[in-house]
C-alpha cells in the first residue's frame, strides 16, 4: 500500500458519518443542491459542503376528523376517516412540503366535503372511498406521497341545537351516540 493511499484511508475515517435508518431515505445536499437519493445505511458526508437529510418512509396513519356536513336527506352527518401514506420520493417531497398530515387534512377534507347535499356517502360507500382515494392518491403524488388506504370510519347523524328566537338556522351539530 503506497503511502497516497494510507493518507486518504486515514482521511476518509474523519469525515462525518451520516446514519439512515432501515425506515428512512436519506437526501444528499451538496453545496445545498439536490446530487442524489441515498438508502439507509452509513454514508460519508465533507463537512461543510455535503449534508444528509433523512426523511422517515414508514406508513402514517392519519385520522380525518372534525367533519360535518348535510347530506342529500338534509341531515347533517359526522363523518370521520382515517387515511395511510408513506413518503415515495423524498426528493419531491422535500422539495414540496415538510408538513404532510396538513397536506393530506386538507384535501381530504375538501374531497370529503365534495360530496355534500348529496346522499352517495351513506348509499355507497365504498365507490366513494374508491374515488376520494384515487383524487387523494393523484394530488399526493406530485408531492412525492403515496397514498395506501382511505376509509370512512365513521358516519353518524347529529342533533342540531336550535336557539329560540333564532328562526331556522341550525346552531351547533352534536352527533348522536
Same mark, same amino acid.
Given at each position: 500500500?503506497?503511502l497516497i493511499?494510507?493518507?486518504l484511508?486515514?482521511f476518509l475515517?474523519?469525515?462525518?458519518?451520516t446514519i439512515v435508518d432501515?425506515?428512512?431515505?436519506?437526501?444528499?445536499?451538496?453545496?445545498?443542491r439536490?446530487?442524489?437519493?441515498?438508502?439507509?445505511?452509513?454514508?460519508?458526508?465533507?463537512?461543510?459542503?455535503?449534508?444528509?437529510?433523512?426523511?422517515?418512509t414508514?406508513?402514517q !396513519?392519519?385520522?380525518?376528523l372534525?367533519?360535518?356536513m348535510?347530506? @342529500?336527506?338534509?341531515?347533517v352527518? &359526522?363523518? $370521520?376517516?382515517? %387515511? #395511510?401514506?408513506?413518503?415515495?420520493?423524498?426528493?419531491?417531497?422535500m422539495?414540496?412540503?415538510?408538513?404532510p398530515?396538513?397536506?393530506?387534512?386538507?384535501?381530504?377534507?375538501?374531497?370529503?366535503?365534495?360530496?355534500?347535499?348529496?346522499?352517495?356517502?351513506? !348509499?355507497?360507500?365504498e365507490?366513494?372511498?374508491?374515488?376520494?382515494? @384515487?383524487?387523494?392518491?393523484?394530488? &399526493?403524488? $406530485?408531492?412525492? %406521497? #403515496?397514498i395506501?388506504?382511505?376509509?370512512?370510519?365513521?358516519?353518524?347523524?347529529?342533533?342540531?341545537i336550535?336557539?329560540?328566537?333564532?328562526g331556522?338556522?341550525?346552531?351547533?351539530?352534536?352527533?348522536?351516540?
Open positions: 500500500m503506497s493511499d494510507t493518507i484511508e486515514n475515517e474523519f469525515l462525518p458519518l432501515e425506515h428512512e431515505m436519506g437526501v444528499y445536499l451538496r453545496w445545498g439536490y446530487v442524489k437519493t441515498v438508502s439507509p445505511g452509513g454514508h460519508r458526508t465533507i463537512w461543510p459542503a455535503e449534508k444528509i437529510i433523512t426523511v422517515n414508514q406508513m !396513519n392519519l385520522p380525518i372534525g367533519i360535518d348535510v347530506l @342529500g336527506n338534509n341531515k352527518w &359526522a363523518v $370521520t376517516a382515517a %387515511i #395511510a401514506y408513506t413518503i415515495e420520493n423524498v426528493y419531491k417531497y422539495l414540496a412540503t415538510r408538513e398530515d396538513e397536506l393530506i387534512t386538507t384535501v381530504a377534507k375538501s374531497l370529503i366535503l365534495g360530496y355534500k347535499g348529496t346522499d352517495k356517502i351513506i !348509499n355507497i360507500t365507490k366513494v372511498e374508491e374515488e376520494i382515494f @384515487g383524487q387523494l392518491d393523484d394530488y &399526493a403524488k $406530485t408531492f412525492g %406521497i #403515496a395506501m388506504r382511505f376509509d370512512f370510519i365513521t358516519m353518524s347523524m347529529c342533533k342540531v336550535m336557539l329560540k328566537g333564532s331556522n338556522e341550525p346552531i351547533l351539530p352534536i352527533s348522536e351516540e
